[in-house]
């Protein structure tokens, strides 16, 4: 998605911005742009395809200028090209912007400003807010540049994460947003704007996070921020616990592969300080306020987007049966705009890795705007969701930058595992089973330590998968989950057309597609529906199809039925997505490798996908 970086201070604002931009790379864009303050002008360079390139462009110049806005585009109206590409000017080129979200109004805004003389050179909804703004400009009476802005801004329907300067404020950096997430990065006399923290962590940790309406004019010795009656406001700052380090690939090819590998230390973290042996429970100090609430709840409804809704999958499975509550998940996107139920006590949980997914952040409006409360498991402090929701669980998983979510799954699967544990242990969950669980739970990490080190036969099978078009991908009980989202990491980063099914259902359909070009990868770790899961292998077999099993290493039967097998330590049911899921991730990345794929930044996906 797109990408916003903004620097105003004392250093050169080219390489600042150009580093911001290669660290919101990993968002997914198609195009590239920078707009400085060069003595007094304002220069606009942009270019389709990578920031490298926009580099290499700029960096000759040697511009001298210490303010400036920069972008990575992904194209939604108008075609990824230079001209599309942000940011985009009005007539004048005084006025230069760059935005992230949509204006829905466009079209009408468009017909209105070309009527008054305004000349338009993209095809992009983005280029009305630069024309409005100047139309504005010329009948408003206050020399603000912020009054402009909040009238103009008015006038717009849709959302935005704004970056502005304007050539007649040559000291002041301007922000605005609206459902599109923007932030400030407050240094020593200088501060980045940015839509992702990433893009800042190499200058400062704490950072101001704006709220929807809110506009903020910046200069070198400080800040104001308006609310949406424009009355300023005191922003609380955060400190960001995350490094630069955390965000860089330590040796690896890609950052898909650090993150599978860091599984065992975000898995730590996860759990660090909030497992109880003695009362075999979980402590989840932010769901405190809510412990009532969600002891009695008489329904949990969980919500969120891709691979974060697969984590809710399994905490449907996890909740009712450690704690009995009824759980229903659902897609965000079709929660916000089908008048989903919610009656008095029903609880909403939002996963979401990034806190910033429009299609969450919707559904958990609509529920609090039905008078549900409504918690979060996030990833990112200090996000939109995260500060939006009542309360909330962090899954501390740490920075996630491949697009093909990994480490977050994990973490958001162990902080679902503690909130059946610890609603288990209030109801009617045995201490004696309580006890096993924390016992099993503690061991998670070394047993992905363990799947990681033999990863010597996915590289082999991953030679075998990457000469196919399509594959299967069967679970069943808390395996279907992972059977949806072993089959979702092939297609994000191999574009091998995959579909995960509970395996039961595959004679229901998929079975017709079973032949030897079709290799179906069957998750079969022993638990009490093991037997199922030979007869489903079986039915495979029978139909000349070729299977991989996930198995436990005791294994003897799914083993001689199988083509190709791969070991997986013993858990508990309720925790082997856990470990099940960490062969499925590096299938897909060797994958991927095998078929010469970019792997940090599939085509066409992006990591945080803030528009509808
Ligand atoms: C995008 C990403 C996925 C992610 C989904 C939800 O589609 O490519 O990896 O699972 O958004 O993101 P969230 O940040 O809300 O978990």
């Known amino acids: 998605m797109c990408g916003i970086v903004g620097y105003i201070g004392n250093r050169l604002a080219v390489p600042v911005l150009i580093d911001g931009l290669k660290r919101l790379e990993y968002r997914g864009y198609d195009s590239a742009g920078i707009a400085i303050l060069e003595g007094d002008k304002i220069e606009v360079i942009k270019t389709k395809g990578k920031v490298s390139d926009l580099a290499n462009m700029v960096e000759k110049k040697k511009f001298m200028a210490n303010l400036g806005i920069a972008h990575t585009r992904w194209a939604t109206h108008g075609e990824p090209n230079s001209i599309n590409a942000h940011p985009h000017s009005d007539c004048s080129g005084d006025i230069v912007l760059v935005h992230n979200g949509i204006i829905e109004n466009y079209l009408s805004l468009k017909k209105y400003l070309e009527e008054k003389g305004h000349t338009f050179k993209s095809d992009t909804d983005t280029e009305v807010l630069t024309h409005l703004i100047e139309e504005n400009m010329k009948d408003c009476k206050s020399d603000s540049f912020t009054d402009v802005l909040f009238q103009s801004l008015a006038e717009v329907q849709g959302t935005y994460g704004l970056a502005i300067i304007n050539k007649n404020y040559p000291d002041s950096l301007f922000i605005a947003r609206k459902g599109s997430p923007i932030l400030i990065g407050k240094g020593k ?120 809704w697969h ?245 003897t039967k799914i083993r001689e039925l199988s083509d190709e097998v791969i070991e997986v330590p013993h858990t508990i049911t309720p925790l082997t997505p856990i470990v099940n899921v960490i062969p499925l991730q590096l299938l897909a990345y060797y994958v991927a490798i095998e078929r010469g794929c970019n792997v940090d930044q599939p085509r066409n996906l992006a990591k945080s996908v803030t528009v509808e």
């Open 189 to 308: 006399d200088e501060y980045i704007v940015a839509s992702d923290v990433a893009a800042v962590l190499r200058y400062t940790r704490e950072i101001i996070y704006l709220e929807d309406g809110e506009i903020a004019e910046i200069n070198r010795d400080g800040y104001h921020v308006l609310n949406s009656v424009n009355d300023e406001v005191q922003k609380k700052v955060q400190q960001i616990s995350w490094n630069l380090e955390m965000i860089e690939k330590n040796g690896y090819d890609h950052f898909m592969l650090k993150e599978i590998h860091e599984q065992k230390n975000s898995l730590e973290n996860t759990i660090r300080g909030r497992l109880n042996y003695e009362e075999g429970t979980a402590r989840l100090d932010g769901l405190i306020d809510y412990i009532d609430d969600l002891k009695n709840a008489p329904r949990i409804v969980i919500t969120a987007c891709g691979t974060s």
């Open 311 to 555: 984590a809710a999958l399994i905490g449907e499975y996890l909740i009712e049966e450690f704690a009995g509550i009824p759980v229903e998940v659902e897609y965000a996107s079709e929660f916000r705009y089908r008048s989903p139920i919610i009656n008095e006590g029903d609880i909403v949980f939002v996963i979401s890795q990034s806190g910033e997914t429009a299609d969450t952040l919707g559904a958990l409006r609509e529920a609090k705007r039905k008078g549900a409360i409504v918690l979060g498991i996030c990833n990112v402090v200090g996000s939109t969701i995260a500060r939006e929701t009542d309360a909330g669980v962090y899954i501390h998983a740490g920075p996630e930058i491949g697009v093909a979510s990994t480490k977050a799954f994990t973490s958001q699967v162990m902080v679902l595992i503690m909130i059946a544990l610890m609603l288990g242990r209030m109801k009617n969950l045995p201490l004696e089973r309580g006890r096993n669980i924390v016992n099993a739970l503690r061991e998670i990490p070394k047993l992905v330590e363990d799947v990681l080190k033999n990863d010597r036969k996915i590289k082999e099978l991953a030679k075998i998968l990457s000469n196919h078009n399509n594959a299967l991908y069967l679970g069943r009980g808390y395996n279907f989950p992972v059977a949806l989202e072993g089959a979702l990491k092939l297609k994000e980063i191999s574009y091998i057309h995959a579909e995960g099914y509970p395996a039961a259902e595959m004679k229901h359909g998929p079975i017709a597609l079973i032949d030897e070009h079709m290799p179906t990868i069957v998750i079969a770790t022993k638990d009490a529906i093991y037997e199922k899961i030979v007869s489903n292998v079986q039915e495979v077999k029978a139909r000349g199809g070729t299977v991989i099993s996930i198995i436990n290493r005791e294994d």
